[in-house]
Protein backbone atom coordinates (compact mmCIF):
# COMPACT_ATOMS: atom_id res chain seq x y z
CA UNK A 1 0.00 0.00 0.00
CA UNK A 2 1.46 3.29 -0.92
CA UNK A 3 1.98 6.38 1.72
CA UNK A 4 1.54 9.31 0.54
CA UNK A 5 2.96 12.77 1.95
CA UNK A 6 1.26 16.32 3.32
CA UNK A 7 2.29 19.38 3.91
CA UNK A 8 0.58 21.35 6.43
CA UNK A 9 -2.54 19.15 6.35
CA UNK A 10 -5.52 20.58 8.60
CA UNK A 11 -4.90 19.99 11.96
CA UNK A 12 -8.08 18.30 13.25
CA UNK A 13 -8.87 17.09 16.28
CA UNK A 14 -8.81 13.79 14.82
CA UNK A 15 -5.05 13.71 13.18
CA UNK A 16 -4.43 15.14 16.57
CA UNK A 17 -5.37 12.59 18.40
CA UNK A 18 -3.82 9.74 15.71
CA UNK A 19 -0.49 11.86 16.34
CA UNK A 20 -0.57 10.95 19.76
CA UNK A 21 -1.62 7.23 19.36
CA UNK A 22 1.60 7.38 16.55
CA UNK A 23 4.28 9.19 19.51
CA UNK A 24 2.94 6.37 22.03
CA UNK A 25 3.66 3.52 19.48
CA UNK A 26 6.92 4.64 18.29
CA UNK A 27 8.24 5.03 21.94
CA UNK A 28 6.98 2.12 23.13
CA UNK A 29 8.91 0.38 20.10
CA UNK A 30 11.86 2.25 21.34
CA UNK A 31 11.97 5.10 19.14
CA UNK A 32 13.82 8.03 20.65
CA UNK A 33 11.41 11.19 20.16
CA UNK A 34 11.66 13.38 23.10
CA UNK A 35 10.36 10.33 25.39
CA UNK A 36 11.82 7.15 26.78
CA UNK A 37 9.60 4.28 27.23
CA UNK A 38 6.99 3.25 28.32
CA UNK A 39 4.73 6.29 28.09
CA UNK A 40 1.26 6.41 27.75
CA UNK A 41 -1.00 8.39 25.68
CA UNK A 42 -1.83 10.71 28.53
CA UNK A 43 2.20 11.22 28.93
CA UNK A 44 2.48 12.01 25.26
CA UNK A 45 -0.46 13.95 24.80
CA UNK A 46 0.00 17.44 26.28
CA UNK A 47 3.65 17.69 24.40
CA UNK A 48 1.84 16.97 21.23
CA UNK A 49 -0.62 19.24 22.54
CA UNK A 50 1.99 22.24 23.14
CA UNK A 51 3.43 20.68 19.23
CA UNK A 52 0.09 21.46 17.88
CA UNK A 53 0.01 25.00 18.93
CA UNK A 54 2.99 25.88 17.76
CA UNK A 55 1.42 24.58 14.21
CA UNK A 56 -1.43 26.72 14.97
CA UNK A 57 1.21 29.83 15.77
CA UNK A 58 3.16 28.77 12.43
CA UNK A 59 6.54 28.49 14.33
CA UNK A 60 5.71 24.51 12.93
CA UNK A 61 5.33 22.66 9.65
CA UNK A 62 3.82 19.76 9.66
CA UNK A 63 4.54 16.71 6.84
CA UNK A 64 1.95 14.11 7.65
CA UNK A 65 2.51 10.20 5.75
CA UNK A 66 -0.64 8.14 5.75
CA UNK A 67 -1.28 5.29 4.36
CA UNK A 68 -4.70 3.87 3.51
CA UNK A 69 -6.33 7.08 5.16
CA UNK A 70 -4.44 6.30 9.34
CA UNK A 71 -1.82 8.44 9.82
CA UNK A 72 2.20 6.26 9.56
CA UNK A 73 4.83 9.10 10.47
CA UNK A 74 5.32 13.09 11.13
CA UNK A 75 8.33 15.09 10.64
CA UNK A 76 8.30 19.16 11.50
CA UNK A 77 10.31 21.95 9.96
CA UNK A 78 10.29 24.29 13.58
CA UNK A 79 11.60 27.56 12.48
CA UNK A 80 13.22 29.79 14.23
CA UNK A 81 12.21 32.79 16.40
CA UNK A 82 15.44 34.39 16.93
CA UNK A 83 16.22 37.06 14.23
CA UNK A 84 19.70 36.07 13.24
CA UNK A 85 18.62 32.80 12.83
CA UNK A 86 15.64 32.67 10.65
CA UNK A 87 17.47 31.49 7.60
CA UNK A 88 17.65 28.12 9.02
CA UNK A 89 15.16 25.43 10.55
CA UNK A 90 14.88 22.57 12.84
CA UNK A 91 13.63 19.60 11.80
CA UNK A 92 12.11 18.00 14.73
CA UNK A 93 9.89 14.73 15.75
CA UNK A 94 10.77 12.44 12.92
CA UNK A 95 8.87 9.04 13.10
CA UNK A 96 7.43 6.53 11.15
CA UNK A 97 5.00 3.86 12.46
CA UNK A 98 6.89 1.12 14.45
CA UNK A 99 5.25 -1.97 11.70
CA UNK A 100 6.81 0.35 8.25
CA UNK A 101 9.87 0.81 9.86
CA UNK A 102 12.55 -0.08 7.51
CA UNK A 103 10.54 0.32 4.21
CA UNK A 104 12.00 3.27 2.80
CA UNK A 105 9.10 5.50 3.91
CA UNK A 106 11.34 7.23 6.50
CA UNK A 107 13.77 8.86 3.78
CA UNK A 108 11.04 10.09 1.49
CA UNK A 109 9.47 11.27 4.51
CA UNK A 110 12.69 13.07 5.49
CA UNK A 111 13.36 14.09 1.65
CA UNK A 112 9.50 15.14 1.53
CA UNK A 113 10.20 17.91 4.69
CA UNK A 114 13.89 18.15 2.96
CA UNK A 115 11.69 20.02 -0.27
CA UNK A 116 9.45 21.76 2.19
CA UNK A 117 12.56 23.68 4.31
CA UNK A 118 13.99 24.14 0.32
CA UNK A 119 10.56 25.58 -1.28
CA UNK A 120 10.00 27.38 2.16
CA UNK A 121 13.60 29.16 1.39
CA UNK A 122 15.72 27.97 4.12
CA UNK A 123 19.45 27.95 3.73
CA UNK A 124 20.01 25.12 6.10
CA UNK A 125 18.56 22.35 8.09
CA UNK A 126 19.30 20.92 11.67
CA UNK A 127 18.58 18.38 14.00
CA UNK A 128 19.71 16.81 17.03
CA UNK A 129 20.40 12.76 17.22
CA UNK A 130 20.08 10.76 20.61
CA UNK A 131 23.53 8.89 20.41
CA UNK A 132 23.56 4.98 20.57
CA UNK A 133 20.75 3.42 17.94
CA UNK A 134 22.89 4.27 15.38
CA UNK A 135 19.95 7.10 13.66
CA UNK A 136 22.36 9.14 12.69
CA UNK A 137 22.93 6.64 9.36
CA UNK A 138 19.71 7.52 8.31
CA UNK A 139 20.26 11.43 8.24
CA UNK A 140 23.60 10.57 7.10
CA UNK A 141 22.31 8.76 3.99
CA UNK A 142 20.25 12.32 3.02
CA UNK A 143 23.08 14.08 3.32
CA UNK A 144 22.77 15.57 6.74
CA UNK A 145 26.23 15.69 8.37
CA UNK A 146 27.23 15.83 12.31
CA UNK A 147 28.79 18.89 13.06
CA UNK A 148 29.78 18.29 17.18
CA UNK A 149 28.21 16.72 19.90
CA UNK A 150 26.68 17.37 23.47
CA UNK A 151 28.55 14.98 25.49
CA UNK A 152 26.12 13.21 27.94
CA UNK A 153 23.27 16.20 27.07
CA UNK A 154 20.26 13.98 27.24
CA UNK A 155 19.79 12.04 30.63
CA UNK A 156 17.55 8.72 29.68
CA UNK A 157 17.16 6.87 33.00
CA UNK A 158 18.87 8.10 36.31
CA UNK A 159 23.04 7.44 35.56
CA UNK A 160 22.24 6.93 32.24
CA UNK A 161 23.20 9.75 29.56
CA UNK A 162 23.22 9.77 25.32
CA UNK A 163 25.10 12.37 23.48
CA UNK A 164 23.27 14.79 21.90
CA UNK A 165 24.69 14.84 18.12
CA UNK A 166 24.29 18.02 15.89
CA UNK A 167 23.59 17.22 12.27
CA UNK A 168 23.66 19.76 9.96
CA UNK A 169 22.53 20.05 6.02
CA UNK A 170 23.24 22.76 3.81
CA UNK A 171 20.03 23.42 1.42
CA UNK A 172 21.93 26.05 -1.07
C1 LIG B 1 14.29 6.64 12.14
C2 LIG B 1 13.09 6.30 11.26
C3 LIG B 1 12.26 7.58 11.02
C4 LIG B 1 13.62 5.77 9.92
O1 LIG B 1 12.52 5.44 9.10
P1 LIG B 1 12.49 4.04 8.34
O2 LIG B 1 11.30 4.00 7.48
O3 LIG B 1 12.62 2.98 9.37
O4 LIG B 1 13.86 4.14 7.53
P2 LIG B 1 14.11 3.75 5.99
O5 LIG B 1 13.61 2.37 5.77
O6 LIG B 1 13.57 4.82 5.12
O7 LIG B 1 15.69 3.77 5.97
C5 LIG B 1 16.44 4.72 5.25
C6 LIG B 1 17.90 4.49 5.48
O8 LIG B 1 18.27 4.75 6.83
C7 LIG B 1 18.80 3.58 7.45
N1 LIG B 1 18.24 3.49 8.79
C8 LIG B 1 16.94 3.54 9.14
N2 LIG B 1 16.78 3.43 10.47
C9 LIG B 1 18.01 3.31 10.96
C10 LIG B 1 18.52 3.17 12.28
N3 LIG B 1 17.72 3.14 13.35
N4 LIG B 1 19.85 3.08 12.42
C11 LIG B 1 20.66 3.10 11.33
N5 LIG B 1 20.26 3.24 10.08
C12 LIG B 1 18.95 3.35 9.90
C13 LIG B 1 18.35 2.43 6.58
O9 LIG B 1 19.25 1.35 6.66
C14 LIG B 1 18.31 3.05 5.20
O10 LIG B 1 19.60 3.08 4.64
P3 LIG B 1 19.80 2.91 3.04
O11 LIG B 1 19.07 4.05 2.38
O12 LIG B 1 21.28 2.96 2.88
O13 LIG B 1 19.18 1.58 2.74
C15 LIG B 1 12.20 5.20 11.88
O14 LIG B 1 12.93 4.02 12.02
C16 LIG B 1 11.60 5.60 13.21
O15 LIG B 1 10.51 6.16 13.26
N6 LIG B 1 12.29 5.28 14.31
C17 LIG B 1 11.76 5.56 15.63
C18 LIG B 1 11.69 7.04 15.89
C19 LIG B 1 13.04 7.69 15.89
O16 LIG B 1 13.97 7.23 16.56
N7 LIG B 1 13.17 8.80 15.14
C20 LIG B 1 14.42 9.53 15.03
C21 LIG B 1 14.44 10.69 15.94
S1 LIG B 1 15.98 11.59 15.80
Known sequence: MPVAFTRDPDLTPALREEIVQLWTRVTNAGGAVGFVPPV???DVRPVADEQAAGVRAGELRLVAAHQ?????????LK????RLMRHWAWVVTV???PGLQGGGHGKRLLNEV?????DLGFDALRL???SGRGVEDFYAAVGFEEIGRMPD???VAGGEFRDDIMMWLPLK
Open 40 to 42: TAA
Open 68 to 76: DGALVGTAY
Open 79 to 82: LNAH
Open 95 to 97: MVD
Open 114 to 118: IDMGR
Open 128 to 130: GVR
Open 153 to 155: AIR
